[in-house]
């Protein structure tokens, strides 16, 4: 089963960008799905956006749509989350999340594994 690690998160300026990386280890990446979720404090864990295996579909939240921006590198077991025109809105824990499918799901009961969060916060 492939395990996941993000890196990337960090304090930035509304209006600012950051980069996420998710890299995979221990598994076939090409074989899954991946998707990024996000958790504010207090509220529940949401859909930020998904891309499937070989990378020709994405999928975004309406929140996000416009401003950010899933990517992967096969060759280099990573998925890439681009984030821009960030708000305070956009503060929160972001996870990254697989799934061994050629489904991409875009709720989080349809990944299986989970990587461990990285902290993003916007300041006003």
């Known amino acids: 089963q492939v395990q996941l690690v993000e890196s990337g998160g960090g304090l930035v300026q509304a209006g600012g960008s950051l980069r996420l990386s998710c890299a995979a280890s221990?598994?076939?990446?090409?074989?899954?799905?991946m998707g990024w979720f996000r958790q504010a404090p207090g509220k529940e864990r949401v859909f930020v956006g998904a891309?499937?295996?070989?990378?020709?579909?994405?999928y975004y939240a309406d929140s996000v749509k416009g401003r950010f921006t899933i990517s992967r590198d096969n060759a280099k077991n990573t998925v890439y989350l681009q984030m821009s025109s960030l708000k305070p809105d956009d503060t929160a824990v972001y996870y990254c999340?697989?799934?061994?499918?050629?489904?991409?799901?875009?709720?989080?009961?349809?990944?299986?594994?989970w990587g461990q969060g990285t902290q993003v916060t916007v300041s006003s």
């Open positions: 891309i499937s295996r070989w990378g020709l579909s994405t």
């Open positions: 999340a697989a799934r061994s499918s050629s489904v991409v799901p875009t709720t989080s009961s349809g990944y299986d594994v």
């Open positions: 221990g598994g076939t990446f090409n074989s899954y799905s």
